[in-house]
Nanobody
């Protein structure tokens, strides 16, 4: 398997929390910067959060700042997106992605990411 795999999506109510996971089994220890993106029905895919390969640098879209937290454990080849205080407008398919080159700091641009998961659906009801 080459692509990372997301999990943890589901149907929740507004105000609830979810934690998404992204596991990369193909590249050994997770030395790639990683990003989370999402795509809502009828909309373009958008940046949500990113984290540098060591985890020291994070970045968030304004729409999720203060509610979502991105983290990682390179020893487990896993990254997470903790989503709190979910809103109906957070409903989307969430994708994790790894940057093309190792040891990067993270990016908001889709073109900087080479490896994409298949996505996990998050639905937030009112």
């Amino acid at each position: 398997q080459v692509d990372p795999v997301e999990s943890g999506g589901g149907l929740v109510q507004a105000g609830d929390s979810l934690r998404l996971s992204c596991v990369d089994s193909a590249r050994g220890s997770l030395t790639y910067a990683m990003g989370w993106f999402r795509q809502a029905p009828g909309k373009e895919r958008e940046f949500v959060a990113s984290i540098s390969w060591r985890g020291g640098t994070t970045d968030y879209a304004d729409s999720v700042k203060g509610r979502f937290t991105i983290s990682r454990d390179n020893g487990k080849n896993t990254a997470w997106l903790q989503m709190n205080s979910l809103k109906p407008e957070d409903t989307a398919v969430y994708y994790c992605a790894l940057e093309e080159h190792p040891f990067a700091s993270g990016s908001r641009r889709e073109r900087d990411y080479k490896y994409w998961g298949q996505g996990t659906q998050v639905t937030v009801s009112t």
